[in-house]
């Protein structure tokens, strides 16, 4: 209960304070590439249930059915922990490299939050096909609320991959106190600040 309390009040405390640089961001995304200016992304939440995670969309329309025609691109993508790059990714726009290096595409999750479907500390959520690094202890993995920062995102560009990150990410759902949340997010303050590398 105090988690959500935390939850509530810090995702509505930066919504306000962020709301002028979501509007400018969304305007710039509607401007260059039109709608849709949101993106929901299908992942895996607390017991195992899809959900859409809210982006500022930082691709072109139609970005998922490309990876699918793409086997090399889609190939690359998995090898990187469901990631590509924006450097080498050919389905991010130009406002979106600037969005996703700055963070700023992730401010609409604050909305998941209040949703609750989110909590602002929390193991990163992941689409169904990373479940498998996680073997017998996915089950471990989704008793959690996925979260807007985390014990992998605090660590910035040393953040590993599978199936090191897997192991991180377990470590921190069995050891999860309220002062590692904070502690967390100590550290993320400054790799948000930094921002996140093309590359």
């Known amino acids: 209960m105090l988690r959500r309390l935390g939850d509530i009040a810090g995702a509505s405390v930066l919504l306000v304070v962020l709301l002028p640089l979501l509007a400018v961001a969304a305007l710039a995304v509607l401007i260059e590439s039109g709608r849709p200016i949101f993106f929901g992304h ?113 660590r910035g560009d040393a953040r590993p991959s599978y199936p090191e990150r897997a192991h991180m990410e377990l470590n921190y759902v069995r050891r999860r106190t309220l002062g590692a949340d904070l502690a967390i997010l100590l550290r993320t303050i400054p790799v948000v600040l930094r921002g996140q590398p093309d590359e």
């Open 42 to 154: 299908l992942r895996l939440g607390r017991g195992g249930r899809l959900y859409r995670c809210w982006k500022l969309r930082t691709m072109h329309v139609g970005a998922e059915a490309r990876l699918e025609r793409e086997p090399h691109l889609k190939e690359r993508y998995v090898q990187n922990g469901y990631k590509l790059p924006s450097a080498i990714d050919p389905r991010v726009t130009k406002i979106g490299r600037v969005l996703r290096r700055t963070y700023v595409d992730e401010i609409p999750q604050l909305l998941n939050v209040l949703h609750g479907s989110m909590s602002l500390i929390g193991p990163r959520p992941i689409v169904p096909a990373e479940l498998a690094w996680y073997g017998s202890n996915s089950k471990e993995l989704l008793q959690s609320k996925p979260g807007i920062f985390g014990e992998w995102t605090s």
